[in-house]
C-alpha cells in the first residue's frame, strides 16, 4: 500500500492532518472577520474624508489622520487577502520569504502574518 494520494490533476500532495484543516478554518474565519471589520472602517474614513460637513470636533480626527489611518487599513487588507490566498493555496503558514513555518503563536497574534521571525527582523522590508 502506498501513501501517496493521485489528485485528478495529476498532482501528488501530503495528506492534510485534520487538526491543520481546523486551525485553518479557525484563521480564515478570524481573517473574513477582520476583513469585514476594516472594510467597514474604511468606508467610515472614506465618507469622513469626502464629507466636510463631518463634525470633526466630536470624531476628534482630522482629515489628514483620516487619510493615514485609511493607509494602514488598507495596507492590512491587502495583507488579509493575501493570507486568505495561501489558505486556498495550501501555503498558509509559511514564511513567504524563506518556506519556514511561521509558529503557532505569531499567527495566533497576527493570522496574516506573511514571514517568520527571523525574516520579519531583517532590516530589509519589502514594504
Ligand atoms: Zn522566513
Redesign the pocket.
Given at each position: 500500500m502506498t501513501r501517496t494520494n493521485n489528485l485528478a490533476d495529476g498532482q501528488e500532495r501530503l495528506v492534510i492532518p485534520p487538526a491543520r484543516i481546523a486551525a485553518e478554518r479557525a484563521y480564515r474565519v478570524q481573517l473574513m472577520t477582520q476583513r469585514g471589520r476594516l472594510k467597514q472602517l474604511c468606508a467610515e474614513l472614506q465618507n469622513m474624508r469626502s464629507d466636510d460637513s463631518v463634525r470633526l470636533d466630536a470624531s476628534k480626527i482630522t482629515h489628514l489622520e483620516a487619510a493615514a489611518q485609511l493607509e494602514n487599513i488598507e495596507a492590512r487588507l491587502d495583507s488579509i487577502d493575501l493570507a486568505l490566498s495561501r489558505l486556498r493555496e495550501g501555503q498558509f503558514g509559511l514564511?513567504?520569504?524563506?518556506?519556514?513555518e511561521?509558529p503557532t503563536e505569531r499567527l495566533e497574534a497576527r493570522p496574516d502574518a506573511s514571514?517568520?521571525?527571523?525574516?520579519?527582523q531583517q532590516p530589509r522590508r519589502s514594504r
Open positions: 514564511c513567504v520569504e524563506c518556506g519556514n511561521i514571514l517568520c521571525v527571523p525574516c520579519c
